[in-house]
């Protein structure tokens, strides 16, 4: 089992900046891949960016070029580093963890979720 924390979201004006983090209760060593998803009421949960053991990353198209997610192993934590930010992006951002096995499907994880306003 694994807990995910992320950090307080809070209100930005568009074109500013804002960074996430995720804390989990285990290595991130051992998680296949973190990624963050988003949602806003009436849609689904949209992924936003994942990052793999080998420190591959990958965007949704709508965001590449403004966010950048990276990762702490030490400190069991991943980020999201948005800049640029547009009122679309509002949304609550989940984290999620993917544990891999063997011969099954995955195992994922998730987080509570934190609000991201963008808004002037």
């Known amino acids: 089992q694994v807990q995910l924390v992320e950090s307080v979201g809070g209100l930005v004006q568009p074109g500013g900046s804002l960074r996430l983090s995720c804390a989990a209760s285990?290595?991130?060593?051992?998680?296949?891949?973190m990624a963050w998803y988003r949602q806003v009421p009436g849609k689904q949960r949209d992924l936003v960016a994942t990052i793999t053991t080998a420190g591959n990353t990958n965007y949704a198209d709508s965001v590449k070029g403004r966010f950048t997610m990276s990762r702490d192993n030490a400190m069991n934590t991943v980020y999201l580093q948005m800049n640029s930010l547009k009122p679309e992006d509002t949304a609550v951002y989940y984290c999620n963890a993917v544990i891999s096995r063997l011969r099954d499907l995955p195992i994922r994880y998730w987080g509570k979720g934190t609000l991201v306003t963008v808004s002037s």
């Open positions: 285990r290595s991130i060593d051992s998680i296949s891949a």
